[in-house]
C-alpha cells in the first residue's frame, strides 16, 4: 500500500507499533526487574529501525513529526494524573524546598559547565540539565518541543540520562545496606528521590530498600516533575536568542500550564479510578510514541560528534547529585528535620 505525501497514516502507524511493542516489552520479567520504562525501550527501537525512515522519509515524516510533537505533548499534559497536590503536601515546606533547590542548581551548573568546559551549544547543554535535573526523559521530551532543539540532541541527552539514572538505581540500594550513610529508610528516600533521574529509577531504588523509603522517594520525585512546568516556561524566555545572537520567536508552552491544570483537576475531583488509569495509559502510550519518533529521527553523525561530551556532561551532574544531595540530606537528618 502506498501513502501520499500529504498524510500522517504512515508516520503514526509506525511510532503507533513501535509504541505497543515497547510497552509490552516491559512485561518481560528481565526488564521489569531493571525497571525499564517504555519510553526508553521506545526509543532504542525508534533508534534501530531508524533506517526504514531513512530509507523514505518523505513517506513517514509527517505522521513521525506529529508523534514527536503533537502527541508528547498531550502525553505531558495527562501526565499529570500521576501527580497530587496532597501527595506534594506530605513532605511539607522543608522536601520542597529542597526539590527546588536541586533542580536550580543542576540547571544552572549543567548549562554553565556543558557550555563552558565541554563546549556544547546551549540546546544540548539544557537537555543534558534538564533530564538530570527534572525528570529525566520526560523532562527532555517537553523542553525539546518547547526549544525547537533538532531531533538528534534529544536523543543524546535522552541516553545520558538512561545510563546514569540506571546506574544510581542500582548502587543507591547496595550502598545503603552496607550502612556507610547512616541514613534512615525515610531518609534514604528523600536522598534517592532528590537525585536520581527516572521516575521509574526512583521506584526501583526505593522499593529495593523498603516501602517506607519508597514512598518518600516518589513524593520528592514528583514535587521535581511539578516544577518542570516553571522550567518550560521560564528557560524558553531566558534563552530566546539563538547561539548565533539572533532572536528566537518565542514559543509559550501552554502544554506545561494544561499539565498543571490536570494536577489541580486530580487533587480536587472525584474522579473514577478506571479513568485516571485510562488517562495514565494513553500518556504513557502517547510519550512512548514520542520517544520512538525520535529514536526514528536521529542523526548518527551528529550524535557521534556531540555524545561524548554530553556523557561528560552528565557525569559531572551526575556526581554533583550524588555528593550534593547526600550532604543535604545529612544536613537536613542532623537537625531532625527529616
Known amino acids: 500500500m502506498k501513502y501520499s505525501n500529504n498524510t500522517y497514516i504512515a508516520g503514526i502507524t509506525f511510532t503507533l507499533l513501535i509504541a505497543i511493542v515497547s510497552m509490552v516489552m516491559v512485561r518481560i520479567p528481565f526488564i521489569q526487574s531493571i525497571h525499564l520504562s517504555p519510553l526508553i525501550i521506545g526509543v532504542l527501537l525508534g533508534v534501530i529501525l531508524s533506517f526504514l525512515y531513512h530509507k523514505n522519509p518523505s513517506q513517514y515524516d509527517k505522521g513521525v513529526t506529529f508523534s514527536a510533537k503533537k502527541l508528547l505533548r498531550f502525553g505531558i499534559i495527562l501526565y499529570g494524573f500521576n501527580v497530587s497536590l496532597a501527595e506534594i503536601g506530605q513532605v511539607g515546606i522543608i522536601g520542597i524546598t529542597c526539590c527546588i533547590v536541586v533542580v536550580i542548581a543542576i540547571l544552572a551548573l549543567g548549562i554553565w559547565i556543558g557550555m563552558k568546559f565541554f563546549k556544547l ?191 561528560k556532561l552528565a557525569c559531572v551532574l551526575f556526581v554533583i547529585l550524588s555528593v550534593g544531595g547526600f550532604f543535604m540530606v545529612y544536613g537536613l537528618s542532623h537537625y531532625n528535620l527529616i
Not at 527534572?134 to 518547547?146: D, F, K, T, V
Not at 526512583?202 to 513524593?219: F, K, R, T
Open 121 to 311: 551549544d546551549r540546546e544540548l547543554a539544557i537537555l543534558v540539565s534538564g533530564g538530570s535535573a527534572i525528570c529525566g526523559a520526560a523532562a527532555i521530551l517537553a523542553l525539546e518541543s518547547s526549544l525547537r532543539s533538532e531531533p538528534y540532541k534529544g536523543i543524546v541527552a535522552v541516553g545520558t540520562v538512561v545510563i546514569f539514572g540506571l546506574l544510581g538505581m542500582f548502587a543507591y540500594p547496595i550502598i545503603y545496606a552496607t550502612g556507610i550513610l547512616g541514613f534512615t529508610p525515610t531518609q534514604e528516600g528523600f536522598y534517592i528521590g532528590l537525585t536520581l533521574h527516572e521516575v521509574a529509577n526512583v521506584v526501583g531504588a526505593g522499593a529495593a530498600i523498603s516501602h517506607e523509603a519508597a514512598n518518600s522517594a516518589l513524593i520528592l520525585k514528583m514535587i521535581r516533575v511539578i516544577l518542570l512546568v516553571p522550567t518550560l516556561l521560564i528557560i524558553p524566555l531566558l534563552f530566546s536568542r539563538t547561539s548565533q545572537g539572533t532572536k528566537r520567536k518565542l514559543h509559550i508552552p501552554w502544554f506545561a500550564l494544561w499539565f498543571l491544570g490536570v494536577v489541580v483537576l486530580h487533587s480536587y475531583l472525584e474522579l473514577s479510578q478506571n479513568i485516571i488509569d485510562v488517562c495514565k495509559f494513553v500518556s504513557v502510550l502517547c510519550l512512548t510514541m514520542a520517544m520512538s519518533a525520535l529514536g526514528l529521527q536521529i542523526d548518527f553523525k551528529k550524535f557521534a560528534n556531540t555524545g561524548g561530551n554530553a556523557f
